[in-house]
C-alpha cells in the first residue's frame, strides 16, 4: 500500500510528529479502561482513516484479516475473562491498527526512511550503520502488505483450480514470487548505489 500519491492533509504533517503521535496515543489507549471511551476513540480512527483519503479497495483484505483475528481474540477472551473486557480488548486493538493505517498510508516511503536513519543515528557511536536499519524498518513496513496481497492473488488463483487446500501448491508460487520481489527490490537499491558497508561518519 503505497503513500506515493496521498494528497490528503495528512501526508503534509511531518513523519516524526504521526510517528510520536501513534506512539503516544497507542499508549494512552492502554490507559483507558472504559469501553464507552474506547469506542469514542474507534470511532474517531475511522474517521481519520477515511479522512485519508486512501484506495478503500487497498485496505480490503487487511482490514477483513483484522476483524477475523478479532473476532477470535474476541470470543477467547469472553470466555476467559468478561464480555465487557473482550470489547475492550477488540476495540483499543482495531483503533490502534487503523490509526497505524492512517500513519502509513500517508507517509511516503523515503519520508519514513530519513525518519528511521534519525531515530537510528546514536548507533553509530557503537559501529552500527542507521541506514541499513532505517531501510529495514522500512522495506518491513512496505513489504508486509505486500507479500499479502500477493499471497491472497496466489490463494486466489489456486483455488480457481481446484487447489486452495493443498499448502504445497500455495507456498510454492508464493515463495518463488516472494523472491523474484527480493531480486527486483536488490537491483533496484544496486542501481541506486545503496552501499551496505558501515557508514563512517
Not at 131 to 158: C, G, H, W
Amino acid at each position: 500500500m503505497s503513500a506515493a500519491h496521498n494528497a490528503s492533509y495528512l501526508s503534509r504533517i511531518k513523519p516524526g510528529w504521526k510517528f510520536g503521535s501513534l506512539l503516544v496515543l497507542s499508549i494512552g489507549l492502554y490507559l483507558i479502561s472504559s469501553w464507552q471511551v474506547l469506542l469514542v476513540a474507534f470511532i474517531l480512527s475511522v474517521a481519520l482513516l477515511a479522512s485519508a483519503r486512501v484506495d478503500l479497495k487497498q485496505l480490503r483484505a487487511p482490514l477483513i484479516s483484522i476483524v477475523i483475528i478479532l473476532g477470535v481474540v474476541f470470543i477467547l477472551l469472553g470466555i476467559q475473562t468478561n464480555w465487557l473486557n473482550a470489547v475492550s480488548s477488540v476495540l483499543r486493538l482495531l483503533t490502534m491498527c487503523l490509526l497505524a493505517y492512517s500513519v502509513s498510508l500517508s507517509t511516503r516511503f523515503s519520508e519514513m526512511l530519513e525518519l528511521f536513519q534519525q531515530v537510528a543515528s546514536p548507533i553509530r557511536v557503537v559501529g552500527g550503520n542507521p541506514d541499513q536499519v532505517a531501510l529495514a524498518l522500512s522495506m518491513t513496513i512496505r513489504f508486509i502488505p505486500e507479500l499479502k496481497k500477493v499471497y491472497n492473488e496466489v490463494r486466489e488463483a489456486q483455488h480457481a483450480r481446484g487447489l486452495a487446500n493443498n499448502p504445497l501448491a500455495v507456498t510454492v508460487p508464493l515463495v518463488i514470487r516472494s523472491l523474484k520481489i527480493a531480486d527486483e527490490t536488490a537491483e533496484a537499491l544496486d542501481a541506486r548505489g545503496f552501499d551496505s558497508a558501515p557508514a563512517n561518519h
